[in-house]
């Protein structure tokens, strides 16, 4: 019998988008930081790309129509649902989103998380992703 590969972490995600101003403005709004990067080996003839960072995270920005190779077989703006953890108390977020003009969609409700039960509110990103903000339970 063979033993199994074994995954350990999520590196990146990939999110296509309209506008890419747009959606720099908004993760900045929820704490993330934009950094501008030049793929290795062959995707570096592709040039500059932008990512969104935070924690040891990070998600990769497409823009729609100019997909980087290789990509999803069915790139589209708005298909996302991410769930972010965060330490911060969700009122505090609540107030932080309002004074950011983002609106609330739902929430705080409770959830059930990877590893444990979490407190979510829900909101959209300018594509229409579902963005969920969570503290744990």
């Not at 592709?46 to 990512?51: D, M, P, S, T, V």
């Not at 100019?66 to 977020?93: H, M, R, V, Y």
């Not at 590893?115 to 903000?133: F, H, K, Q, T, V």
Request: proline share 7%; with cysteine; glycine share 8%.
């Amino acid at each position: 019998m063979t033993k199994l590969p074994l995954l350990t972490a999520l590196d990146h995600l990939v999110l296509t988008v309209a506008d890419l101003p747009a959606t720099v403005a908004f993760y900045q709004a929820l704490g993330m930081r934009v950094e501008k990067f030049t793929p290795t080996g062959q995707a570096k003839e592709q040039g500059e790309r932008l990512a969104l960072c935070f924690g040891v995270q990070k998600i990769n920005l497409h823009q729609s129509g100019k997909e980087i190779s290789p990509n999803a077989q069915n790139a589209s703006t708005g298909t996302a649902d991410l769930c972010f953890l965060s330490p911060t108390p969700l009122a505090d977020w609540m107030i932080h989103l309002r004074q950011a003009g983002i609106d609330v969609l739902q929430g705080p409700v409770p959830r059930t998380g990877a590893m444990a039960p979490i407190m979510s509110i829900y909101l959209r990103d300018p594509d229409g992703n579902l963005i969920e903000i969570s503290n744990a339970a």
